[in-house]
């Protein structure tokens, strides 16, 4: 049970902390700042807690939605290849710079914690001098706005071992409480009957990521035949922009939706997964116990690969390459494993003790810390 934070350890200017998260763009950079803003507030209820984001990126929706102001700045994508984007850079984050630090003054800040991408970048040249910053890093490769604030941040926090930044100190991913405490079991007849799934047929989760993942869209659905004959019921998050026609077979149904509004319900309803291993997807994935099969995404610096290895080599989950899922390597690989209670179980169990499940106050304390000072 967590134990609030004595009303007397204030932030440095003597009142009550205000916390700025920046994590926008991505759930995967979103949920961890939501996940600690829910922390703070339950060791600090008298703290005040702001997001940054950008207009066009999922927090404009999330944000609000979980009770949080959220502040607009500009965004400061990194071109990846050399262009005309990249010769305009230095005006972009100037810009971005001099409105995010009008931000943190306006609201007060005492500390502000980054969790990468775009919108942390300029939220940390905007504090460097002027407010403590906490670096939070997801990936065991740490990208380019994370390595810059890294080195003139107060904290840096790491969710594996290994990950390069200077002053790491490992405290897992923050999740939400909703994940950390869910019990399966209990919810799973609620579960499927809120998403019309089979009230006794073994069942896939599927989904890739907030947008979904046109590779494993195709994939799965093309061995819609394959999990009907096997008895098999399927709820599948295909993506809010793109669509998904499965064909109908006899047997569990197979449901397909644009996003998955209540994931906790998502897992209690599953008995397994086939997902992309972004770093907050296999902290959740591990952390319910969800037999997993994870498909990388195909793009980047492959730490999608190396957020997977730890479940895959625990015996919790499989990992086959983007490039290599098709109908029949579900139908061969993914199919055998739902259709096997017994396997599930075992998989399941192997998922005990992967992660950290109390990052969330973890972090939040190392920010509290980092606002009194």
Known sequence: MSKPVKGSERSATGRAPVVVVAGGGTAGHI?????????????????????LGTERG?????????????????PVPMPRKPSAEL????????????????VLDRVQADVVVGFGGYVALPAYLAARGRTPIVVHEANKSAGLANKVGARFAARVAVAVPGTPLPKAEVVGIPLRRSITTLDRQALRAEARKHFDLDPDAQTLLVFGGSQGAQSINTAVSGAAKELADAGVGVLHAHGPSKTLVVQEFP???????????????AYAAADAVVCRSGAMTVAEVSSVGLPAVFVPLPHGNGEQASNAQPAVDAGAALLVPDAELTAQKVAELVVPLVADPERVARMSSAAVGLGHREADEALARIVLEAARG
């Open 31 to 51: 949920e961890p700042a939501l996940a600690l803003a829910d922390a703070v507030r339950r060791l600090r209820p008298d703290a005040e807690v702001v997001a």
């Open 58 to 74: 999922l927090e404009t929706k999330l944000v609000p939605e979980r009770g949080y102001r959220l502040e607009l700045i500009p």
């Open 87 to 102: 010769l305009r850079l230095p005006l972009k984050v100037r810009d971005s710079v001099r409105r995010t630090r009008a």
């Open 251 to 265: 047997g569990p149904a197979y449901v397909p939706v644009p996003y998955l509004e209540r994931m906790d319900l």
